[in-house]
């Protein structure tokens, strides 16, 4: 099965400054999808970014981009200009084409320090 | 549009008992499925279905069950609560087979307790 790996149980940045949570995921296929879920705390969750294995060019959404490393089987999550409503638990979450589970990570929780 | 609603949002459940969490979607979703979400754990996938009539297992199917009449409605059943069932259920659906290229949307999740 596959495992996806958040190593970061706890991070906290400065408002309006810039922050990276990791993503590390194990799999032997080519064919997949990365993601990054936000789940702040009226427990929603949110899709913040998604990355397709195939794209070399790292997805990218307003404030919030990745570092997608295929070979190092490493997705990070860029926050940059970090806002109050940043705060929250972050899932990275791992799709193999043609399956039905998506897998996910322990969860990385953000603290924005005004 | 409503998008996933899951109904309740809370509930208290004594050893034994058995309840439905009910899960419905407005957006003519072919994939539907149940999440576990327990503490430093993320979300395990329970069951799920790809069209109405058709279920299957996910990653940590045992004390549930599941149906899909409808192509709206996919309730999770708890057969004889247990505590170790207690965790937040997530519903979630996408248009197509499999949450790839056609993004998962979340239904607001439900708490169960079970003493």
């Known amino acids: 099965a596959q495992t996806v790996t958040q190593s970061q149980p706890e991070m906290s940045v400065q408002e309006a400054e810039t922050v990276t949570l990791s993503c590390t995921y194990d799999?032997?296929?080519?064919?997949?999808?990365l993601f990054w879920y936000k789940q702040p705390p009226s427990r929603q969750m949110i899709l913040v970014i998604r990355?397709?294995?195939?794209?070399?060019q790292n997805a990218t959404e307003n404030r919030f981009s990745v570092n997608f490393q295929k070979a190092a089987k490493s997705f990070s999550l860029k926050i940059s200009d970090s806002q109050l409503g940043d705060a929250a638990m972050y899932f990275c979450?791992?799709?193999?084409?043609?399956?039905?589970?998506?897998?996910f990570g322990t969860g990385t929780r953000l603290t924005v320090i005004p | 549009n409503a998008g996933v609603t899951q109904t309740p949002k809370f509930q208290v459940l004594k050893t034994g008992q058995s309840m439905t969490l009910q899960c419905a979607q407005d957006?003519?979703?072919?994939?539907m499925s149940w999440y576990r979400q327990d503490p430093g754990m993320g979300l395990r996938l329970i069951h799920y279905?790809?069209?109405?009539?058709?279920?299957d297992q996910g990653e940590v199917p045992n004390g549930y069950n599941v149906s899909r009449s409808t192509t709206e409605d996919f309730p999770l059943r708890l057969l004889s609560a247990a505590p170790s069932q207690t965790s937040v259920y997530f519903c979630?659906?996408?248009?197509?087979?499999?949450?790839?290229?056609?993004?998962?949307?979340f239904g607001a999740g439900s708490r169960l307790t079970v003493l």
């Open positions: 957006m003519n979703h072919e994939y």
């Open positions: 279905s790809v069209g109405a009539g058709i279920t």
């Open positions: 990355q397709e294995a195939y794209k070399q």
């Open positions: 799999t032997s296929e080519s064919d997949y999808y």
């Open positions: 979630a659906s996408s248009r197509e087979q499999g949450p790839g290229a056609n993004v998962l949307t």
């Open positions: 979450a791992f799709y193999q084409t043609g399956a039905n589970n998506l897998f």
